[in-house]
């Protein structure tokens, strides 16, 4: 059985494919960029995809959801509301991989991201967020030459600066997996990048806030660290930098238990997936199917929130093959009526897997 990601650490990417570009940004950062073609899924983004996978024929549960029936969605029948199928991720996941294809492009950030986000929302994704589509579709005048990168940041501020919706968590997993596999998992830079993807579409303090402390975690897991040292180092984070109250009680507070914790209002807030993912890093021992069956029978935003907690559990936690081999499988530019029809270029296949 083939296994698409390292146990304990990243594979590497196969040499004879992968091409290095450098350059330089506006922050003043060098980067190193490498083609995503051929190459080993990271193991946080496989986390990501599978819980997106799984969650997608669940969401919008507005109760709570039985054992049964997320057991059942664990073995990928596909339908749902969007009639996906047997596999298929949904714009968590598409939007997950437009970012890491920004990543490794070689072209300036942000330019790169805002590209890869206006593209993805003219390839008519069959789910977005309003969060996400409003910025999106601001991006469209800097891409079309209506607009500067700057009238539309500012513009995209203006939209959404009210906003604490989970759609730039859901994609952060990139960010982390590429600056653990690229840049010997920096962990300034994969802040610096946590805020600035976070700005481009959810400029609140709170999603830019929660974006980094995320990303530090994943960093610092795919490094290897101890779930308990890093909890440590989140606590002198969190109180040192984090500036949001929410978070603090979120992560020092909420996150000690979720037992009652109802997810299934205000669904699309970036709060509950951040709690839960907390949780479990302050339960390590609990396997990554169990953390995703817990997180599902609560109901909600159920593909966003497994994304985003199945992402940081797949650091520490392996996955199990019968859940990450059908979603690596997946072809969604297949034609039948049994699934939504998107390009190969928004397939974990299109992207990661030699044909």
């Not at 500067?148 to 906003?163: D, G």
């Not at 238990?257 to 669904?267: A, E, F, Y």
């Not at 909600?300 to 797949?314: M, P, R």
Request: hydrophobic share 40%; with cysteine.
């Amino acid at each position: 059985m083939r296994n698409w990601f390292g146990v304990k650490k990243d594979a590497a990417p196969l040499p004879s494919t992968n091409a290095v570009i450098g350059g330089n940004n506006e922050l003043g950062i060098e980067f190193q960029h490498q083609k995503a073609e051929r190459m080993a899924v990271p193991r946080a983004m496989m986390g990501a995809f599978v819980g997106d996978a799984v969650g997608v024929v669940l969401e919008f549960s507005k109760f709570t959801i039985s054992e049964a029936r997320v057991l059942a969605a664990m073995s990928y029948p596909g339908g749902g509301p969007h009639c996906v199928g047997k596999g298929q991720i949904s714009d968590d996941g598409e939007l997950t991989i437009a970012l890491w294809r920004a990543l490794c492009s070689g072209e300036a950030r942000p330019q790169a991201m805002m590209r890869v986000y206006a593209d993805w929302l003219d390839s008519n994704p069959f789910d977005i967020g309003n969060t996400c589509y409003s910025a999106f579709n601001v991006f469209k005048h800097w891409r079309n030459g209506t607009k500067s990168k700057e009238e539309c940041i500012a513009l995209v501020h203006t939209r959404n600066k009210e906003s604490e919706a989970n759609g730039a968590l859901m994609r952060a997993t990139a960010i982390a997996s590429h600056v653990d596999r690229f840049h010997s998992g920096d962990i300034q830079m994969g802040l610096i990048l946590a805020k600035q993807d976070a700005i481009l579409s959810h400029p609140s303090h709170v999603c830019v806030e929660v974006n980094q402390v995320y990303v530090y975690a994943l960093l610092l897991l795919l490094r290897g660290t101890k779930s308990g040292e890093v909890l440590k180092k989140l606590n002198r984070y969190i109180a040192k930098k984090v500036q949001s109250k929410c978070i603090h009680s979120w992560y020092f507070k909420e996150s000690l238990d979720i037992s009652k914790m109802n997810c299934c209002h205000q669904m699309g807030h970036v709060r509950w997936a951040f709690v839960q993912a907390m949780y479990f890093l302050r339960h390590p021992e609990i396997r990554f199917e169990d953390a995703l069956l817990t997180v599902l029978k609560k109901g909600g935003d159920t593909d966003t929130n497994a994304c985003i907690v199945g992402g940081l559990v797949a650091c520490y936690q392996e996955v199990p093959s019968h859940l990450y081999e059908p979603v690596v499988a997946f072809d969604p530019s297949q034609e039948g009526q049994d699934h939504c029809w998107r390009s190969r270029e928004y397939s974990v296949r299109g992207v990661f897997c030699q044909e």
